[in-house]
């Protein structure tokens, strides 16, 4: 359950960050972890941009709880006491070390939030690797769970250098992709959870998984061109703020054309699959349906002037494709099982 809420979570972050930045309210608390200066919360004064912006952040809060109860639980699951031991033992160092070093820089006019993260991110990724050597099962499912918080944190980490640089908008198009990435990593999660662990065979013909990659090469593609394309419109989260100076007009362009080659792409694939019943049939259906009605949004928004509704619906639709497609290359192999009880291949 808590899997599941960590990617419905992340996925949501997504629809929230849109509202912030489609809203205008991407500086509705223009500093950073506070909201003012003065004050953890938006004031009165900030009227409803600051509780936008404040009820993003307080997701990632939420996000970060959830990405803990479901690593513990796994340690718990998977290597018992020791493996929860060692992960709280590293959460007090992180935070000790963060704090010291956030400190210091404090006294010397650096920035303490900068600091405080970096370490405590360093001192995560240490935990994770140590985690590993005393848990003893599914190190698949471990390593996926390190990765979601360590995101986490990343990613407020990002938020915050997003308002400390006034909405840049490159940083604002990689707070947006790191996201992305998260909820490909807990749809990968929910897959393997479900999946038996050990070792894992090929379950589709060798040219069958090659086109596979490529179609996901595509897909990266279309995600990096539409984030280049939206840092060039209109939406920028604060009316203040200049764009890159890219022609919006031509990357669109290019930003599409690449949807289309996938869209081929991924055809090609379903009619494979269908003709020799392979694994990821069922969830090539479901991208193929994901990727005409993302088509059909980003021709309705180019043709009506970029309605934030549409571009909102289109940011989170991304994310839902992406994460489909990360299913179907984890469906293009199995579990190695004995064979009387091996899953068929379609």
């Known amino acids: 359950m808590a899997a599941w809420a960590s990617f419905v979570l992340n996925v949501l972050i997504i629809g929230t960050g849109g509202a912030v930045r489609l809203t205008g309210s991407g500086l509705g608390c223009d500093e950073w972890p506070l909201c003012t200066p ?16 404040f009820g993003n952040r307080t997701i990632t809060g939420v996000l970060l709880f959830v990405a803990l109860a479901v690593l513990f639980a796994l340690l718990q699951a998977c290597g018992g006491w020791p493996s929860v031991r060692n992960a709280l033992g590293y959460a007090v160092y992180g935070v000790a070390a963060g704090v010291l070093f956030g400190t210091t820089a404090s006294l010397v006019g650096l920035p303490v939030f900068s600091f405080f993260t970096a370490v405590l991110l360093t001192v995560i990724g240490i935990a994770a690797v140590r985690s590993l050597d005393v848990t003893p099962r599914r190190h698949d499912l471990v390593i996926l769970a390190w990765l979601v918080l360590i995101g986490v944190v990343a990613q407020a980490f990002v938020g915050g250098i997003t308002v400390l640089t006034r909405l840049n908008a490159f940083i604002v198009g990689f707070h947006y992709v790191v996201s992305l990435v998260l909820v490909c990593v807990t749809a ?39 984030v280049l394309t939206t840092a060039s419109g209109p939406h920028s989260g604060d009316e ?23 869209l081929v792409l991924v055809l090609v694939l379903l009619g494979w699959a269908a003709a020799r019943r392979l694994r990821p049939l069922r969830w090539l259906i479901a991208l193929l349906v994901l990727m005409l009605v993302q088509i059909a949004v980003g021709i309705f928004q ?7 509704l549409a571009v909102g619906v289109h940011m989170v639709l991304a994310s839902l494709t992406a994460a489909t497609m990360t299913v179907v290359v984890l469906r293009l192999k199995r579990p190695v099982l004995p064979a009387e009880s091996a899953e068929p291949a379609g």
């Open 302 to 308: 180019a043709r009506s002037g970029l309605p934030p």
């Open 240 to 262: 203040d703020v200049v764009r890159d100076g890219f022609d919006a007009t031509v990357l669109s362009h290019l930003h599409a054309w690449p949807g289309y080659i996938t």
């Open 38 to 53: 003065e004050s953890l919360t938006p004031t009165p004064e900030m009227g409803i941009h600051g509780i936008i912006e």
């Open 188 to 226: 990968a999660f929910l897959v393997r959870l479900r999946e038996a662990p050990g070792p894992r065979e090929r379950a589709v013909p060798s040219g069958f998984g090659i086109l596979a990659h490529v179609a996901t090469l595509g897909m990266a593609v279309i995600v990096l061109m539409g």
